[in-house]
C-alpha cells in the first residue's frame, strides 16, 4: 500500500512548505500591497463613479474651510458630527480636488493597513483571517475607498479584535466609528449585550461609549449645532427605497414584465429610488422595523451570551454580524459599500477559529465573498444597465439580495442555538473562538 503522502496528490513536505509561505508575513505583504494597488488602479479607471461621494466630501470640507459654515455645525447633514474629521482632514494637507483624493485614498489605505497588522498580531490565526479579508475586498471591489464606509470597516474590524481581551478600548472604536457612520454601533450593543455583570456592563460598555459621545455631543454644542447635533437620526425620514436595497428587490425584478415600476434620480440626496405609492409603504413600514429587528437581535444575543457564556467569543462575533447585516437587510438606504461592514466580523472569526470551529464559519465567509463580489458587479460594473433593468444583472442583484438575507437568518439561528443550548465544556469540537 502507498504511502499516504503519495495517495493524496500532494506531498506532504511540498504542503509543509505552501502552508509556510502562505504563513509569510513577507508574502501578506506583497499581497497587500498588490490587492490596494488593484483596488486603488479601479477607482482610479472608474473615476468619479467611485470617487463622486469624495468630491462632495470635499466641496463640504473646502467650503467650510473657507466660508466657516459646516455640516451639523450650520446645517443639517446625512452624517454623524464625528464624519467631519475624516472628511476635513484630507482638505488640511492638500489644495484641489485631486489632492484630496489622493490623500482620502491613503488614508483608507493606511487604515486598513493598521488593522490588519492588529488582525495579525493579535490572534492566533490572524494570518487566515488577513488573507480572507484581502479576498473580500477583492471581490467588492473599490467602492469602498470612496465612501466613508472605508474608515468604519477596518474600524469595526480593530474593535472586534480587541473585543475579548480589551473590551472597553473595542468599544471607544466603535463608538468614535458611529459618530463617523452610525454602523459600528452595531458592535457596541453586541458589546453590551455580551457583559456577564452590570458591573462590567457600565466599565466595559456604557462608560467608554458615554465618554466618546458627551465628546462628540459637546464639541457640536460649543460649534453651535443645536439640535442638529442629533440630526443625523431624522435625515433618511423622507427617503423612499433606495433601487439597489433588499426590500426594494420585488419591485426590481417586477420592472422585468411590468413597465409601469419606475426607478428615478432624487436630486436632493443623489441617489436612484423606486418610485410609487407601494414603494413609500415598504419604506414606512422598514422605518419602525430596523430598529425592532435591532431590539430583537440584541435580546437574542443577550440571552445567548447567558446561557453559553463558554462561548462568548461565538456569540459576540455572530451578534455584530447579524446586528450588521440588520442594519442592510432592513433598511430602504441600500447603498453597495455597505456590504463592507459585514467582511470585518468574518475575518475575526476565521482568525480565532481552531480546526473543529472553522467549519461553523467556512459557509458564511464563502458567501460573503460570492455577496461582496455580486456587489462589485451591480456598482459600479453593471449600475447602468442594472437602472434599466437588463435582465442578467437584475438576477444577480436580486440574488445578492437573497443571500444577505440567507446569512442574516443563518446569524440569528446559530445565535438562537446557543441561546437555547446548554453548556458542554468537555466538547473540543464546539469551544468558543474566544
Same mark, same amino acid.
Given at each position: 500500500?502507498?504511502?499516504?503522502?503519495?495517495? &493524496?496528490?500532494?506531498?506532504?513536505?511540498?504542503?509543509?512548505?505552501?502552508?509556510?509561505?502562505?504563513?509569510?508575513?513577507?508574502?501578506?505583504?506583497?499581497?497587500?500591497?498588490?490587492?490596494?494597488?488593484?483596488?486603488?488602479?479601479?477607482?482610479?479607471?472608474?473615476?468619479?463613479?467611485?470617487?463622486?461621494?469624495?468630491?462632495?466630501?470635499?466641496?463640504?470640507?473646502?467650503?467650510?474651510?473657507?466660508?466657516?459654515?459646516?455640516?451639523? +455645525? $450650520?446645517?443639517?447633514?446625512?452624517?454623524?458630527?464625528?464624519?467631519?474629521?475624516?472628511?476635513?482632514?484630507?482638505?488640511?494637507?492638500? =489644495? $484641489?480636488?485631486?489632492?484630496?483624493?489622493?490623500?482620502?485614498?491613503?488614508?483608507?489605505?493606511?487604515?486598513?493597513?493598521?488593522?490588519?497588522?492588529?488582525?495579525?498580531?493579535?490572534?492566533?490565526?490572524?494570518?487566515?483571517?488577513?488573507? #480572507? #479579508?484581502?479576498?473580500?475586498?477583492?471581490?467588492?471591489?473599490?467602492?469602498?475607498?470612496?465612501?466613508?464606509?472605508?474608515?468604519?470597516?477596518?474600524?469595526?474590524?480593530?474593535?472586534?479584535?480587541?473585543?475579548?481581551?480589551?473590551?472597553?478600548? @473595542?468599544?471607544?472604536?466603535?463608538?468614535?466609528?458611529? #459618530?463617523?457612520?452610525?454602523?459600528?454601533?452595531?458592535?457596541?450593543?453586541?458589546? @453590551?449585550?455580551?457583559?456577564?455583570?452590570?458591573?462590567?456592563?457600565?466599565? &466595559?460598555?456604557?462608560?467608554?461609549?458615554?465618554?466618546?459621545?458627551?465628546?462628540?455631543?459637546?464639541?457640536?454644542?460649543?460649534?453651535?449645532?443645536?439640535?442638529?447635533?442629533?440630526?443625523?437620526?431624522?435625515? =433618511?425620514? $423622507?427617503?423612499?427605497? =433606495?433601487?439597489?436595497?433588499?426590500?426594494?428587490?420585488?419591485?426590481?425584478?417586477?420592472?422585468?414584465?411590468?413597465?409601469?415600476?419606475?426607478?428615478?434620480?432624487? $436630486?436632493?440626496?443623489?441617489?436612484?429610488?423606486?418610485?410609487?405609492?407601494?414603494?413609500?409603504?415598504?419604506?414606512?413600514?422598514?422605518?419602525?422595523?430596523?430598529?425592532?429587528?435591532?431590539?430583537?437581535?440584541?435580546?437574542?444575543?443577550?440571552?445567548?451570551?447567558?446561557?453559553?457564556?463558554?462561548?462568548?467569543?461565538?456569540?459576540? +462575533?455572530?451578534?455584530?454580524?447579524?446586528?450588521?447585516?440588520?442594519?442592510?437587510?432592513?433598511?430602504?438606504?441600500?447603498?453597495?459599500?455597505?456590504?463592507?461592514?459585514?467582511?470585518?466580523?468574518?475575518?475575526?472569526?476565521?482568525?480565532?477559529?481552531?480546526?473543529?470551529?472553522?467549519?461553523?464559519?467556512?459557509?458564511?465567509?464563502?458567501?460573503?465573498?460570492?455577496?461582496?463580489?455580486?456587489?462589485?458587479?451591480?456598482?459600479?460594473?453593471?449600475?447602468?444597465?442594472?437602472?434599466?433593468?437588463?435582465? #442578467?444583472?437584475?438576477?444577480?442583484?436580486?440574488?445578492?439580495?437573497?443571500?444577505?438575507?440567507?446569512?442574516?437568518?443563518?446569524?440569528?439561528?446559530?445565535?438562537?442555538?446557543?441561546?437555547?443550548?446548554?453548556?458542554?465544556?468537555?466538547?473540543?469540537?464546539?469551544?468558543?473562538?474566544?
Amino acid at each position: 500500500m502507498p504511502p499516504a503522502a503519495e495517495t &493524496t496528490g500532494t506531498p506532504r513536505p511540498a504542503r509543509r512548505v505552501l502552508r509556510s509561505v502562505l504563513r509569510s508575513p513577507w508574502l501578506l505583504l506583497a499581497g497587500f500591497v498588490a490587492v490596494h494597488a488593484w483596488v486603488v488602479r479601479a477607482a482610479i479607471g472608474w473615476a468619479y463613479t467611485i470617487y463622486g461621494d469624495v468630491t462632495l466630501y470635499e466641496w463640504w470640507a473646502r467650503h467650510g474651510l473657507t466660508t466657516g459654515q459646516w455640516p451639523v +455645525l $450650520d446645517y443639517d447633514w446625512v452624517y454623524p458630527v464625528g464624519a467631519l474629521v475624516p472628511v476635513t482632514f484630507p482638505a488640511l494637507v492638500s =489644495q $484641489d480636488v485631486l489632492g484630496y483624493e489622493i490623500v482620502w485614498t491613503a488614508m483608507i489605505v493606511a487604515l486598513n493597513a493598521v488593522a490588519t497588522v492588529v488582525l495579525v498580531r493579535s490572534t492566533p490565526r490572524g494570518l487566515v483571517g488577513a488573507w #480572507w #479579508w484581502l479576498a473580500f475586498l477583492v471581490a467588492l471591489g473599490p467602492i469602498f475607498l470612496g465612501r466613508l464606509d472605508g474608515v468604519i470597516a477596518p474600524m469595526i474590524l480593530v474593535a472586534l479584535v480587541l473585543a475579548a481581551r480589551r473590551p472597553a478600548l @473595542a468599544t471607544t472604536i466603535a463608538t468614535v466609528g458611529a #459618530w463617523i457612520k452610525i454602523a459600528p454601533g452595531a458592535v457596541v450593543v453586541a458589546l @453590551a449585550a455580551t457583559r456577564r455583570t452590570t458591573r462590567d456592563l457600565w466599565r &466595559t460598555v456604557l462608560l467608554p461609549g458615554a465618554a466618546v459621545s458627551v465628546v462628540a455631543v459637546g464639541l457640536a454644542l460649543t460649534g453651535g449645532a443645536g439640535d442638529r447635533a442629533l440630526s443625523v437620526f431624522g435625515e =433618511q425620514g $423622507d427617503r423612499t427605497l =433606495q433601487a439597489e436595497s433588499v426590500a426594494a428587490t420585488w419591485f426590481s425584478v417586477a420592472r422585468l414584465w411590468d413597465p409601469s415600476v419606475q426607478i428615478d434620480y432624487n $436630486d436632493d440626496i443623489y441617489t436612484y429610488e423606486v418610485q410609487g405609492e407601494a414603494a413609500a409603504r415598504v419604506a414606512g413600514v422598514l422605518d419602525w422595523l430596523l430598529p425592532v429587528a435591532v431590539l430583537v437581535i440584541a435580546g437574542l444575543v443577550l440571552r445567548a451570551s447567558r446561557r453559553r457564556p463558554d462561548h462568548g467569543g461565538d456569540v459576540l +462575533l455572530l451578534g455584530s454580524a447579524a446586528l450588521l447585516l440588520s442594519l442592510i437587510v432592513f433598511n430602504k438606504v441600500g447603498s453597495p459599500q455597505f456590504v463592507a461592514w459585514i467582511g470585518p466580523p468574518l475575518a475575526v472569526a476565521l482568525a480565532l477559529a481552531g480546526p473543529g470551529h472553522r467549519r461553523i464559519w467556512a459557509p458564511p465567509a464563502v458567501g460573503a465573498l460570492l455577496v461582496a463580489y455580486a456587489t462589485y458587479l451591480v456598482y459600479p460594473v453593471a449600475y447602468g444597465e442594472f437602472l434599466t433593468a437588463v435582465p #442578467w444583472i437584475v438576477v444577480v442583484e436580486a440574488l445578492r439580495n437573497v443571500a444577505l438575507v440567507a446569512l442574516l437568518v443563518g446569524a440569528v439561528w446559530r445565535v438562537v442555538q446557543l441561546g437555547r443550548s446548554a453548556p458542554h465544556p468537555a466538547d473540543d469540537a464546539t469551544r468558543s473562538v474566544a
